[in-house]
């Protein structure tokens, strides 16, 4: 209904650097996210599969699973193929986007993380746009 407060968005974060992740997850619970996290590809995985979350944001070098498999194991199954994925990486060059789009994932972006364009990015996802 319009004029109605729309319920938070679940966001999970995925980021094997403790400092980052609680840093992100902060200032994304600051704008409205309900924030999930998670330090490895195959807790991602995990989280994905029991939680369906509306986006998920993963660092694209993780351990247990990278985030390239893991982006791949999240859209193999049936309950979150259709989850957006935006992975975030300190790689910028060409092969790595391309890597990373062959891989399954919605969105790329860089680090160190720019919130403003990051925000831009995930709202597009979240609203099914690119």
């Known amino acids: ?10 966001v999970l974060l995925v980021e094997d650097n403790a400092l980052n992740l609680d840093m992100l997850s902060r200032r994304l ?3 409205g996210y309900d924030v999930l996290t998670a330090l490895d590809g195959e807790s991602a995985v995990s989280l994905a599969r029991a939680h369906q979350p509306d986006l998920v944001v993963l660092d694209m070098s ?3 699973l990278d985030g390239l498999e893991a982006t791949r ?8 193929r259709d989850t957006p994925i935006l992975i975030l990486t300190a790689h910028a060059l060409v092969h790595d986007r391309e ?3 062959g891989a399954g994932c919605d969105d790329f972006d860089t680090k160190p993380v720019d919130l403003p364009r990051l925000l831009g990015k995930m709202e597009a996802l979240l ?4």
Not at 5 to 10: E, G, K, L, N, S
Not at 73 to 80: G, H, L, N, Q, S
């Open 1 to 10: 209904m319009i004029g109605e407060p729309r319920a938070p968005r679940r």
């Open 29 to 31: 619970t600051r704008k």
């Open 62 to 64: 993780l351990p247990v």
């Open 73 to 80: 194991r999240i859209k193999d199954a049936p309950e979150t």
């Open 99 to 101: 890597r990373a789009f």
């Open 127 to 130: 609203d099914g746009r690119r």
